[in-house]
């Protein structure tokens, strides 16, 4: 009952522990992005690997948390587009597609055209770009989507134990989808050995 002198309701304070936990993923993944580009000296590859397996990491070691985040959403809270929780959302979104904009600033690799792109998709992913607020060809875009989508299937399978009907460790098939990841943007994946 002491939480309600703090927060008006269970849902208040349901979307500020949702918001508490967007925040920490995101300072976490930021702070394995410095460390690998100090230790890199500003390598693109080293700090996009960084990203990924720190969200792997995290969402891995916080399987409800990321349940919570990016599973089916809880009742009530499904269509909330609440200040708290957008912002912190945001920080956690940006922080991949910050690293992303970096690298197509830096080394620009190819996309598809936009006519190449399918009438209606590229109809969304124009509105997506505005929504962003960025200047970024169509092809990025996509780009970046087929790259996060990549990325969150492989994690959400593997936390959700979705992939325990082939695999007792998906730490190698992890490795693979970085690879394909970062053939994707143009860049060489470091192989671990």
């Known amino acids: 009952p002491a939480l309600y002198r703090y927060f008006g309701s269970h849902e208040d304070l349901i979307k500020h522990v949702v918001a508490d936990i967007f925040e920490e993923i995101a300072d976490d993944i930021h702070a394995a992005i410095a460390a690998a580009d100090q230790s890199s000296g500003g390598d693109m590859a080293a700090k996009l690997v960084a990203a990924c397996g720190e969200f792997r990491r995290w ?6 948390e990321f349940g919570l985040l990016f599973g089916t959403p809880l009742p009530g809270l499904e269509a909330v587009h609440d200040e708290v929780i957008d912002a912190c959302a945001a920080k956690f979104s940006g922080t991949f597609f910050a690293l992303f904009l970096e690298l197509w600033r830096k080394r620009p690799f190819p996309i598809p ?3 190449e792109i399918d009438p209606g998709l590229r109809e969304q992913l124009a ?21 996060w989508v990549r990325l969150y299937g492989m994690v959400s399978l593997e936390v959700f134990g979705h992939l325990r009907f082939a695999l007792d460790d998906a730490a190698a098939m992890f490795e693979i989808t970085l690879g394909e990841l970062a053939g994707l943007v143009g860049l060489e994946y470091p192989q671990p050995h």
Do not use: I, M, N
């Open 113 to 115: 055209a936009d006519d």
């Open 127 to 147: 509105r997506y770009r505005d929504v962003l607020g960025v200047d970024l060809p169509l092809g990025a875009g996509l780009t970046f989507l087929r790259c």
């Open 59 to 64: 969402s891995l070691g916080h399987r409800e």
